[in-house]
């Protein structure tokens, strides 16, 4: 009997019948993420309901040697969650419950299974705010947050997952559970564990529970767009708004490529401005209109502003966060998205861009790169739409737009990821942003942490 | 020839005399830190210039399996860097320059050895600011501030040395340079390495470099002295606060016994306040008075503020925030300290209080507990002046007082170190706050990148 048949049979002991799916039972949504980079059919997938039962799993798992697949919600990007045929997945679903909101604590108990949408309810309905905010909120987990250290539009002001996460259970490849349960701000007792899970994408650990940190709601926010000379004057006004009024809630960098095919997608919506710039920023910042207004009139004065329009209105704010947020919308639904997620230092990314476009642009002159990104964080996504290109070339393409973009992050020092993680996608290119002695401590934290290498394997790099 | 004179024998190959101490040679301020747990002379001191030959160094004590203390400005009080007579201790004296400070990125890069102090300046200069502040910041080094996760009165509002660090660099055990120099915000390229090495006490590896994120410098601040019927009223100020106008920039909390005492010490303060109350809180808010006024003015309709002052001057601020710093300042000019640092959920530090000044006061009449703490954080600190007891009973008196005060921390799930960390001086309760699981996480880790248990020994915990 394969190890795979084994491990079902045993799990059989103590999950009932609805708590395995297999064969023809598994929903599709176990077959790939996001990326939609490739579909397979899992062996099994088993649902836990309690902690126990997770750690029963991992136990024989590991005794077996049998690989096991965490998946959360799967809109991931990177692969990170897509078993193999002979693999099997454990999903979380029916660990989703809050435990406890602590108002004066101000955070929130819950299992890794719960949506990112359901605790960002929660936390609202107590007069609280999670502010970690993806476009997946209504699917992905608490759990998948934490592997991937998510990101998101909000990071500028309130940090990535790792900054909200207090403590956590988590059950290692072993079946020994780990209890980090903590609640408190600071606690200096020994080493910070939990900071191991946190970006590692399941493959270190299964987070069961989670303590998350709320944050008070925000206060009112204005909406505005900016038009700029050159990249490093869009720096300048957050520096400056940072300085003067506070950081924005979120800080969204355009180049006019993209502004301008964004307008163009839009139905009856004429340019805010009135003509096209090199360079655009949305944000939403607290504050009133008339602080906001002065700090652009200065900037308006040496030149580093070349126009501007703040929001009047709720509708008006969404008709400019529309410019920022048409031209992926659109390409995921109508065209063949190949997307990046890199990070350099923030002064360097307008530089990075101007390099980044014409080798592309040199080598496939048929492709439009489209450069946007969440500049406050030191991220800049590219964004290509490749539906025209031949069916038979496509593989080649990615393969060359990969070399060609990493090899330019490498050159200024960033990194391949900065918010999607590595998964399976990005990890023949992980050693362009980590050296030869860093790649061989992660390799010897999974070798510790599990040993029989059946957590997640080969995924982030290829398990010894 | 024993190990560390072979050791020192080897190092003399790339070191210069000036930067080997031994004997008499060595200044006393290796010998102890703010603890005065303990004064030993160690063997030697070395003093490298670089990261590489802080490398050599270490692969040579790997090699003769000799112990290795990394020191900074000793400004700890767990103990965490005296070095036994056989060690031999490793201070970054010498590697303190500031290589950048990056105006766009808002980081700077620095070397280990920096004090704390000449970083904050030096952002201060880039009208920068480098957040994290604790009171030996004339003498204490960013190296021993990482290795310990600093904290201070303004975790409350920018968090603790752990949010600061965006990269580092760090030598192992064996001698192995990771560079993990990031600048970025977000980095989700493989594990997040860097983690282990903050908080882990020098017991992990050594930092050599690190980069530290700066914030913008802080705007005007209005200081405030509440008095509360009750604790958590002094928590629901704090929520108030942060809704309606935004997080202190400090927000500390003392009861009634420490606010009197702080006063009958102050030549010619007279109570600012119209009578006293069960408990207090001084804090630090950006925003005008105006607007504090009115927040306060709805907290005193319902009762849950009884009195408040607001400091119109420099000078009045400083005043109160005196009647915070007189307490610890005097009993350690004058008297014997006695510290504790604990954290737990917010909520329950108000019945943590009552629990353990009722046990401490029934088990020694004689002594005086004094509750106060950064509230915001989780941290509660007491204090104790041991000078009037009897010198035969202060180690029992000590060890008694420990064991209560760990022992209700214990009760309500909290830690024992909040930001002072383990050192030698609560190895011993270490297991009240971790369990055994965590514990041998913990050893693995030690293992891994310690196999010879060199660095640091048996600080945190004891070596296998």
């Known amino acids: 009997m394969s190890t795979q048949h084994q491990a079902i049979a045993r799990c059989r002991e103590f999950l009932a019948d609805h708590q395995i799916a297999m064969g023809e039972a598994i929903n ?7 990326s939609n980079y490739k ?3 899992p062996f099994a997938v088993v649902f836990p309901k309690t902690t126990e039962q997770v750690s029963k799993i991992l136990a024989i798992c590991n005794e077996l040697k049998q690989p096991i697949v965490p998946q959360g919600g799967m809109t991931g990007v990177a692969g990170a969650g897509i078993a193999e045929a002979n693999e099997i997945v454990i999903a979380l679903d029916k660990m989703n419950q809050i435990e406890e909101i602590d108002p004066y604590a101000s955070t929130m108990t819950v299992e890794a299974g719960l949506t990112l949408e359901e605790a960002q309810n929660a936390a609202r309905a107590a007069d609280l705010y999670f502010p ?7 699917s992905c987990q608490i759990g998948g947050n934490i592997a991937t250290n998510a990101g998101g539009l909000s990071v500028i002001r309130y940090g990535m997952m790792r900054d909200h996460v207090l403590g956590m259970e988590v059950v290692l490849a072993d079946g020994r559970v ?3 349960m903590n609640k408190m701000i600071k606690n200096n007792a020994g080493y910070d564990l939990k900071q191991n899970f ?6 270190l650990g299964i987070v069961t529970r989670a303590v998350l940190k709320l944050s008070p709601q925000p206060k009112e926010l204005t909406t505005c767009l900016c ?4 990249y490093l004057s869009a720096v300048k006004l957050l520096r400056h708004l940072q300085k003067r009024l506070t950081t924005p809630n979120a800080f969204e960098v355009m180049w006019d490529e993209y502004y301008q095919l964004s307008l163009s997608w839009m139905q009856n919506h004429a340019n805010p401005l009135s003509q096209h710039y090199p360079i655009y920023a949305v944000f939403d910042v607290e504050g009133s209109a008339e602080d906001l207004e002065n700090i652009l009139a200065e900037l308006f004065e040496t030149g580093e502003i070349l126009d501007a329009v703040i929001a009047q209105t709720q509708a008006q704010a969404h008709q400019l966060w529309l410019i920022r947020e048409t031209v992926p919308a659109e390409i995921s639904s109508t065209g063949r998205p190949l997307c990046f997620d890199v990070s350099m230092p923030i002064g360097q990314l307008g530089e990075f861009k101007a390099i980044c476009q014409d080798r592309i642009a040199k080598q496939y002159p048929q492709l439009a790169s489209l450069f946007f990104g969440h500049i406050g964080d030191s991220n800049m996504h590219i964004i290509l739409d490749l539906k025209d290109q031949e069916e038979q070339v496509i593989d080649d393409l990615i393969h060359g737009l990969d070399e060609i973009v990493y090899d330019v992050v490498r050159q ?4 391949i990821s900065a918010e999607h993680g590595i998964g399976l996608l990005k990890r023949d290119y992980l050693h362009y942003s980590v050296d030869e002695n860093a790649l061989n401590v992660m390799k010897q934290l999974k070798q510790l942490f599990d040993p029989n290498g059946i957590l ?5 790099f290829k398990s010894i």
Do not use: M
């Open 28 to 34: 599709i949504r176990h077959y790939t993420d996001w």
């Open 39 to 41: 579909h397979i059919q």
């Open 132 to 138: 970690v905010d993806v476009g997946g909120r209504g």
């Open 178 to 180: 780990l209890n980090l």
């Open 198 to 203: 946190i970006g590692a994408e399941g493959t």
């Open 227 to 230: 038009a700029f000379p050159d």
């Open 412 to 415: 200024f020092k960033g990194s």
């Open 456 to 460: 997640n394997p080969h995924k982030v």
